[in-house]
């Protein structure tokens, strides 16, 4: 009867233990996933930056694209959900600065893609699109610095994070 009790302690303990490594797993995908479709969002603002400032052809497709992605993004973040249905700070956070990229990229840049599409360009005109373009990093700022810090938060709250091993010489 002794016996039954230590091993019957080890296989509760190895099930904790293996629950929590699963959770880390989980937590980490989690965060990888939802931190992606932002970055990935990010990625095609500065397409449509460049192709802006360069008065590019390529605009209105760098401009429907980008569109498109922070829809899908939405969507996916929205039905990803709080993590275990619980902890939905990170979820909230990128959904912020994503409905802040939709909407300044329906109003702002489709006006700067409009300004962009005319057969000529002032220099009024062109300073008018550089200042959409520098007004969206300004407003985006406060939304990026919450979405980090969450992003950061949430792989401290899970320990996601893991110190690189050293290797021995």
Not at 31 to 41: F, G, I
Not at 90 to 111: G, H, N, P, V
Request: contains cysteine; glycine residues 2%.
């Amino acid at each position: 009867m002794n016996k039954i009790y230590p091993l019957f302690f080890a296989v509760i303990l190895a099930t904790v233990l293996f629950s929590c490594e699963e959770n880390n797993v989980t937590a980490k995908q989690y965060h990888d996933e939802v931190y992606n479709s932002v970055d990935t969002v990010v990625k095609y603002i500065f397409v449509l930056d460049n192709d802006l400032r360069a008065k590019s052809k390529q605009s209105e497709t760098s401009y429907n694209r980008l569109l498109e992605l922070t829809n899908d993004n939405i969507k996916f973040v929205e039905d990803k959900g709080a993590y275990e249905s619980k902890d939905d700070k990170m979820q909230k956070a990128s959904l912020e600065i994503l409905r802040y990229y939709k909407t300044y990229t329906e109003k702002d840049f489709k006006a700067a893609l409009g300004i962009v599409k005319k057969d000529s360009n002032t220099m009024t005109d062109e300073n008018q699109v550089l200042d959409i373009i520098n007004q969206f990093y300004d407003g985006e700022s406060k939304y990026l610095d919450v979405f980090k810090k969450e992003s950061y938060d949430f792989g401290d709250r899970y320990k996601i994070y893991k110190a690189p091993k050293s290797k021995k010489n």
